[in-house]
């Protein structure tokens, strides 16, 4: 993985002591804010006992994000491509969540906001749902919708409410 000053230096930015800062700051978990509805919607996922795998290409460990915003809980597996040797969209990386998780292909929802590399799920025959990649502010409700593909959780759920 580049350093940030060998980012800069690529890009030709003036200072590469600040852009190793930045990019040091990237990697701390407070840099990152989950979108709104993210905890709510893994909570739920969690009550309907649905199991969860956060698949990535990040270059870095998203653990501690997720710990440090109180989700870690509510993730069963976190498949890297760093730590897998295999990126999305390569069918591999998706089999493995998938067996990881207990599950059959045709009966996951790969939720991303990169058509093609999240759509190599879609290869293997998950359901791919995409959502837009927005700044935070921008997308209040955008993993909402995916409990709406799942249906109701219970029976009660499917009733009409007054």
Known sequence: MATGGE?????????????DALYDRT??????????????????LRR??????VVSNIGWDL?????????????E???????????KPTPTIFQTACALLGVAPDEVVMVGDDRTADGGAAAL?????????????????????VLDLLGPSTPEDALPQI
């Open 77 to 87: 597996q976190y498949l890297l491509s760093f730590e897998q040797g295999a990126k």
């Open 125 to 145: 025959g998950c359901t791919v749902h995409l959502v837009e990649h927005l700044p935070v502010d921008q997308r209040p409700a955008a993993l909402t919708a």
């Open 48 to 53: 309907r006992e649905i199991p969860v795998a």
């Open 63 to 75: 653990r501690p994000v997720f710990r440090h915003h109180g989700m870690d809980d509510l993730i």
């Open 27 to 44: 990697l701390t978990p407070v840099a990152w804010l989950p979108y709104p509805d993210t905890e709510s919607t893994l909570r739920e």
């Open 7 to 19: 980012v800069a230096q690529e890009a030709a930015l003036p200072c590469p002591d600040l852009a």
